[in-house]
């Protein structure tokens, strides 16, 4: 013990009361002195090699320097004369490149390429520092102008005299007097330049065919009013197919059979094909019967044309109406069947006279109607409702010709109007998937059917006893609603097994109710059997899609259909 206190005993003596501080118990512990633990080194020549260094210049040739050179060092000439003819190296003096010493600058890439881009535009620039400028020519502005902040007008000035400029070089002296014919040739600012018209050159035969046909063709495209983008007029025209408009007795050619009556409340399932209508070039796109008594058949078609076939009689074609420029899409009769409107992708919507084919008024909002409808109450017969390609119901007094009403709810396309409720109401579906339930005259909807699952439905039909609406899903299958106040779907009655997805096929019943038929994608007929949802029977019909369907409203076993091929059968 005596040893280690002489050991952690200071070397020089403290004073009585320092000591007596030091062992109170309350004073702070003793701290020991520090050791180093490294060997000592003597700093001598380590100072005189420094001394040495500091004194003399660096040696370029080293490639790893023992001490820090300061910066006379370091910029100091080499000591001694150099040759004359020796190669310049990067040890000789204070070059980097063979034209001198090249200083690294960090510059952003756009401030590069603007100064860059300036020099050679302007012939200056701004050095990385932005202090100098370098260059032969000199900026006229105390702030020189760069080619990024210059605006394009003074761009296109600078252009136009940088060309004067060498056009005045080039140029020989007698253009430089106005009075002269050659400063007229070549001064773009005189309103007499230009080049000097030459002679015509005779053109060769064959340009000057070529010049009379695109003449005639020009010609042609004026006439039909395609010139400048205009819609071509087309002429209104019907031909009669029949033997005679009037019989003897004075009777129209639409009036029909007084002897027409239904044969049966019962209505049975065709079986087989009795005849086929051939006259439309391309497919047919609906078709309708004459209304209550069906002896003569309305069908539309894409060439353009809309055609009324016999149905009891001769079974021959008795008129052809022309008046629409595109396919037409939809047609339909008025409740005595005198008149029938039809809807075309020209944008029109025409009434015409059923027994003479003329056209009483065309309509049109500039939009492509996809389906029309009167309003089916014998006082209302002149009120015309139209769905559109724009997701507008439109409602014309045709009386007037004004539109009277729109109902713009939809959010895609209409595709149908069904009336219902002793036509106090309508209902409409569109490419939204969704179904709608308006009031007559009142554009607010009073029932929005619009769930997950649905489909776009292109095609309605309304059952004999008018409770139910039969809607044609896309999803291949048909959907029965209810047309009471809540309008239900029925969820206990569906018909599937058909393929109509992507095409809008017609939905229909029968006359009693007791059957349900639509057309399908691939050519045929399906009828199903309204209360047990089972299906009856498939006819294999067209080549094509089998687009509309219709039963005869008094021959309780008399089916037609019409297709794509641009057949129209019928069927018993």
Not at 372 to 379: A, G, I, R, S, T
Request: charged letters at 25%.
């Amino acid at each position: 013990m005596d040893l280690l206190q002489s050991s952690y005993a200071p070397d020089d003596a403290s004073s009585p009361e320092e000591s007596a501080a030091a062992s109170s118990p309350d004073s702070s512990p003793l701290r020991l002195p520090s050791k180093s633990a490294a060997p000592a080194v003597d700093d001598t020549a380590l100072a005189l090699s420094a001394a040495a260094s500091a004194s003399r210049p660096l040696d370029p040739s080293l490639h790893l320097v023992a001490f820090n050179p300061t910066a006379d060092q370091l910029w100091a000439p080499i000591v001694g004369p150099q040759h004359p003819h020796a190669p310049i190296s990067s040890a000789s003096g204070n070059r980097n490149h063979k034209l001198g010493h090249v200083e690294d600058a960090a510059v952003l890439p756009f401030l590069f390429d603007e100064q860059y881009n300036t020099f050679h535009r302007f012939g200056y620039a701004a050095d990385p520092s932005g202090l100098h400028i370098v260059g032969d020519a000199q900026p006229q502005a105390p702030e020189p102008d760069t080619v990024y902040n210059l605006a394009p007008s003074e761009h296109k000035r600078r252009r136009l005299l940088a060309k004067a400029d060498n056009q005045d070089e080039t140029l020989p002296p007698e253009a430089k007097n106005p009075a002269s014919e050659e400063w007229i040739l070549h001064n773009k600012q005189s309103p007499w330049a230009g080049k000097k018209e030459a002679p015509p050159a005779e053109l060769t035969e064959e340009q000057k065919q070529y010049a009379e046909a695109h003449a005639a063709k020009k010609a042609e495209k004026e006439a039909r009013g395609e010139g400048k983008g205009e819609r071509a007029e087309v002429v209104v025209k019907s031909t009669f197919h029949g033997k005679e408009e009037r019989d003897y007795q004075g009777r129209s050619w639409i009036t029909p059979p007084k002897d027409a009556k239904a044969t049966n409340d019962h209505c049975y399932i065709p079986k087989r094909c009795v005849y086929e209508w051939v006259g439309h070039t391309k497919g047919v796109s609906a078709i309708r019967f004459f209304p209550k008594y069906g002896h003569l058949l309305l069908s539309a078609s894409m060439d353009c044309k809309i055609k009324i076939w016999d149905v009891l009689g001769s079974r021959t074609c008795m008129r052809t109406y022309m008046g629409h420029s595109k396919a037409v899409r939809d047609i339909s009769f008025s409740n005595d069947g005198t008149k029938f409107l039809s809807a075309g992708y020209d944008r029109n919507i025409q009434y015409w006279d059923t027994e003479t084919g003329q056209v009483i008024s065309t309509f049109s909002t500039g939009k492509v109607p996809y389906v029309v409808k009167l309003n089916p109450d014998e006082d209302k017969q002149h009120i015309l409702l139209a769905g559109m390609s724009d997701k507008k119901i439109v409602q014309w007094d045709m009386k007037s010709g004004q539109i009277t009403q729109e109902y713009d709810q939809h959010l895609g396309a209409v595709n149908t109007i069904t009336f219902v409720d002793n036509n106090r109401r309508f209902v409409t579906s569109s490419d939204d998937k969704s179904l709608r339930v308006w009031e007559f005259g009142i554009p607010v909807v009073i029932k929005y059917i619009s769930e997950a699952h649905m489909h776009s439905m292109p095609s309605i039909a309304l059952h004999p006893n008018s409770n139910w609406l039969a809607a044609q899903s896309l999803d291949n299958q048909i959907l029965i609603y209810s047309t009471k106040e809540r309008f239900q779907l029925n969820k206990k009655k569906q018909f599937a097994g058909h393929i109509v997805a992507g095409y809008a096929c017609q939905v229909n019943f029968s006359p009693d109710g007791r059957f349900v038929m639509s057309g399908d994608g691939e050519g045929s007929c399906w009828f199903w059997d309204w209360k047990s949802c089972r299906r009856f029977k498939t006819l294999k019909c067209h080549n094509g899609v089998c687009i509309g369907c219709e039963w005869h409203p008094l021959e309780t076993s008399k089916v037609a259909t019409c297709g794509w091929d641009g057949v129209i059968k019928y069927w018993d």
